[in-house]
């Protein structure tokens, strides 16, 4: 068999610390500040990725770059995030030495790693290796800067920080995505009414304020963005407001894609304003019982968030003020205190705003669902950005849940790691000197047992009306006293500190039993329901999963049903349903092949160009990078079944003779490198085996000899041979954008030769329904003022007759063509030597996109004037001179033609 090395080649500070003889805290430490001051932020520890943050842009992500990774040999090329993701795809196709395996990369660091930024460039380039050219593949990719403008924000240590953690399946029929679907973890919906000194709110009130024109905020009811409770910090400067403004266009633009409408991007905008508008309704205490009212100077704010909202001022005004219920047939009226009123005020609106993102994210999984045969079975890349671990001056309920979710992945990192090969080692009693890693079993148990861990003792206190975060602190202190794991608050502060993987971490208990609870006030369900604005309806109609995913459009009947067996379920605590999510998402994670990218921020001041060797050193301790080198160098990361090693890699043999029963072979162990190694062997025979059929098919064929008759004797020794392939002439082959210009080439000319007579009424069938199409939704549209359509618009034309009109035209010149076999359009464009055919793909929500492109147009005439001035990807073309009509038959107020050149027809409107 092939022999593979016993040690990978040298990289040393040129990629693979894993590779070094000699290494410790000092050596890693020093090789990382060299590489990343030279802009290498990128380090590999074996099958590892370190990205370091730069804190600015760098020339690591153009095309040429992403070219490079596109094949799953990239051990010879630099580390990257590009390889990563290469990696991935190639393993879950089954090119790396095993059989096609779901795959799932696990991005982890502190909050400012860079994180995000990483998940981007990954889908990016997962994109780029389907080369499918599909409008599915836009969609995902402007899924991003959705989900940041509505759940990003900035804190005092990232300016672009997830408040939510997020699982995106990318689903694969053999190479090319068919779909996706994306998870959701804990919104820290808290932001919405509450921000720290130097924090601010989601992104998107931000670019709200930024984007909308005059007319549109007074249409929503917005006013200066200084007088809102909820929008904390200075506005801006004119530079900031403009980058708010292009960012407001990116996301108007993401919904175009992805596949909104226009009535629910209205309505979504409008809820928004409801929640500013409600921040500022503020409350007083009646001198005579003491309960709350409005105050005097906030009925006008009471009486916009109304109207935004859809609902009555005065039944708003019964959800802020009071509580309702019955007992035995009768209503009793309970009113609030001025706490308790700010408390529903705020709870509304986090619940609004939450609801709202949610109904984002189910929209977005019900436009990127695959549309296969779901008995084909299909591959899978999970990609989970997740909120870094945080310690901030102030710890609340947020960075509890941030910080165990953190638990869990490093338990996740540590399994996969340490624990998986010391078992084998074990299991094939080879020598194994004992390893110590940063084991957090103790601090998982501390926090998940049941029913004893600290989240089943805040759930069993939540469910206390009468308990306060004060009986949680205590209940905390009794039960967890001498608990390595646990330390009690100093002094009188309701406080408590955990002992993380990554250090300790106090925490403050005020607002936890009301976090957890996660109370909507009474009424607020069947007000909101019965809203004018149908998306405030719905988001308030829909059932929530055990999890606590929105589920808008479960049906009225199973919607009742759901309610009487899950009647528990709408009542969990918020930890119960992120814990039953994590639960879900590990279950995932550990059925997948991982891949680990270690973010690291190589410092707080997010400065380019400066590590900060002690933040640095802290973050590879806890992450326990320093042992995982030293696994990847001695140990056998890979580790594939004998059936799937011989099935992929037989071909390799010296001797074909050599048995391949299993029970000739022990298990099969490897270093990490040999998979390379071993890939690169099969690559190097199917290369050769190629050159060897062209060289074959390019030989002349000998003349066959007659073949005998079946009842000859002879026939066994003469049988029937197969056609020998011959070679296409690519003259001859379409291309997604292609077409010689030359009217002599050949050509394939489709539907004439061979055609039936059934083909033929089916192609006319098809014509005639593009047509009523075009005249019953398009033919307004398109038709301008004056009541002629563009020149540049030339009816239902072949491909051929349409680049035998700009057979003779400059370069530039276009036209755009009504489709023979489909309700759409063709743009045909006259570039250098040939003409390009992009096909312009029609949105469920009307809008206009061209195949490929990451931009969507109200209409069709839009789209013309956008690519006037900027490029059609991916060659950059510029529409510059419109092609006439044939005749320049203009103006034609109620005709349109269809048909120029060789035919023309006439269809009145």
């Known amino acids: ?370 549309n296969v045969d779901t008995e084909v079975e299909l591959g899978e890349i999970g990609i989970l950005d997740i909120f870094g671990f945080e310690n901030f001056a102030v710890n609340r309920f947020e960075q509890f849940c941030i910080n165990l979710a953190n638990e869990q992945l490093q338990h996740f990192f540590n399994h996969h790691i340490f624990q998986l090969e010391q078992a084998a080692y074990k299991e094939e009693d080879l020598p194994w000197e004992t390893i110590t890693f940063n084991n957090n079993e103790p601090t998982l148990d501390l926090l998940l047992a049941k029913p004893l861990g600290l989240l089943s003792l805040l759930d069993e206190q939540s469910a206390f009306p009468q308990a306060t975060d004060k009986t949680f602190v205590d209940k905390l202190n009794s039960s967890f006293k001498g608990n390595s794991q646990f330390q009690p608050g100093r002094g009188h502060v309701l406080a408590f500190s955990i002992i993380h993987y990554a250090g300790k971490v106090q925490y403050t208990a005020e607002g936890f039993l009301e976090k957890n609870r996660d109370t909507l006030p009474a009424n607020v369900r069947g007000l909101f329901t019965d809203s004018v604005t149908p998306l405030l309806s719905v988001l308030f109609k829909a059932t929530i999963s055990r999890t606590g995913t929105l589920m808008p459009h479960v ?15 709408r009542k969990q605590t918020a930890g119960a349903q992120f814990r039953h999510s994590l639960m879900v998402l590990m279950e995932r994670m550990y059925s997948a092949n991982p891949h680990f990218v270690r973010c690291i921020k190589p410092n707080s001041q997010k400065e380019p160009g400066v590590v900060d060797s002690q933040m640095v050193l802290q973050q590879l301790r806890y992450n326990g990078l320093l042992e995982t080198i ?141 047509l009523r199409w075009f005249k019953e939704t398009q033919a307004q549209k398109v038709m301008q003022d004056d009541g002629a359509f563009p020149s540049w618009l030339h009816g239902m034309i072949s491909r051929r007759e349409a680049e035998n009109l700009l057979i003779d035209k400059p370069l530039g010149c276009f036209l755009v063509r009504i489709s023979q076999s489909r309700p759409g359009y063709t743009l045909t464009y006259r570039g250098e030597n040939r003409c390009r055919h992009y096909l312009i793909d029609m949105q469920p929500n009307a809008r206009y996109v061209i195949l490929g492109e990451d931009q969507a147009h109200a209409s069709l005439t839009e789209l013309v004037q956008y690519h006037q001035t900027v490029g059609i990807q991916p060659f950059m073309e510029k529409l510059t001179v419109p092609c006439g009509q044939v005749g320049e038959a203009q103006p034609y107020p109620l005709l349109v033609l269809l048909g120029l050149g060789y035919r023309c027809w006439a269809l009145a409107i």
Not at 66 to 86: D, G, N, R
Not at 556 to 569: G, L
């Open 555 to 569: 049906k009225a009947k199973v919607r009742a049903e759901a309610d009487n067996k899950f009647n528990s379920t």
């Open 1 to 370: 068999m092939v022999s593979l090395g016993e040690r990978p080649p040298a990289a040393g500070f040129g990629g693979d610390l894993a590779a070094l003889a000699e290494l410790d805290e000092a050596t890693l430490l020093g090789g990382l500040r060299e590489r990343f001051v030279r802009q290498q932020v990128y380090t590999d520890v074996g099958d590892i990725l370190i990205a370091m943050n730069p804190f600015q842009p760098l020339p690591l992500y153009g095309r040429e770059v992403s070219k490079q990774y596109l094949c799953h040999e990239t051990s010879a090329l630099p580390p990257h995030i590009f390889a990563v993701a290469s990696r991935a795809y190639h393993a879950m196709l089954g090119h790396r030495g095993s059989g096609p395996r779901s795959q799932c990369i696990v991005i982890s660091g502190e909050s400012g790693a860079g994180k995000t930024e990483s998940t981007k460039l990954l889908l990016q380039h997962i994109m780029n290796l389907c080369k499918g050219n599909s409008q599915l593949e836009q969609q995902i990719l402007q899924v991003n800067p959705l989900l940041e403008a509505f759940g990003n924000a900035q804190t005092v240590v990232n300016d672009n920080s997830s408040r939510f953690g997020k699982y995106i399946q990318l689903r694969f029929q053999k190479n090319t995505v068919q779909g996706a679907k994306l998870s959701e973890y804990l919104l820290e919906k808290s932001r919405v009414v509450q921000q720290d000194a130097g924090e601010r709110n989601f992104h998107i009130f931000y670019y709200m304020f930024a984007g909308l024109s005059a007319e549109e905020k007074e249409m929503y009811g917005l006013l200066d963005p200084s007088v809102y409770r909820y929008i904390s910090g200075r506005f801006g400067t004119q530079d900031i407001a403009q980058r708010w403004k292009h960012k407001y266009k990116e996301v108007c633009n993401a919904l175009d894609m992805v596949g909104f409408q226009e009535q629910e991007q209205v309505d979504m905008q409008a809820i928004l304003a409801g929640v500013l508008s409600l921040g500022n309704v503020t409350f007083e205490p009646e001198e005579s019982s003491g309960s709350a009212k409005v105050s005097e100077a906030s009925w006008g704010w009471l009486k916009a968030a109304a109207g935004q909202f859809g609902v009555q001022d005065d039944e708003l005004l019964k959800c802020l003020i009071c509580t309702m219920s019955v007992t035995r047939g009768e209503q009793i009226l309970r009113f609030h205190t001025q706490q308790q009123a700010e408390d529903a005020r705020d709870s509304i609106a986090k619940v609004a705003y939450g609801r709202v993102f949610g109904w984002i994210v189910c929209k977005i999984n019900e436009l990127l669902a695959e």
């Open 630 to 770: 030293r696994i990847r160098r001695d140990g056998f990361s890979w580790r594939p079944s004998f059936e799937e090693f011989a099935e992929r890699y037989a071909i390799l043999l010296f001797k074909p003779d050599v048995s391949l029963t299993k029970e000739r072979k022990s298990r099969l162990f490897f270093k990490y490198w040999h998979q390379e190694q071993l890939v690169k062997c099969v690559e190097q025979l199917e290369r050769a085996a190629v050159i060897i059929q062209k060289e074959r098919i390019s030989f002349p064929v000998p003349k066959p000899r007659k073949r005998c008759p079946q009842s000859c004797p002879h026939y066994s020794d003469n049988p029937p041979q197969p056609p020998v392939p011959r070679p296409r002439s690519k003259l001859t082959e379409s291309t997604p954008f292609d077409n010689f210009l030359d009217p002599s080439a050949p050509r394939p000319v489709l539907g004439t030769v061979g055609q039936t007579r059934d083909e033929a009424k089916m192609k006319e069938l098809k014509r005639g329904a593009t």
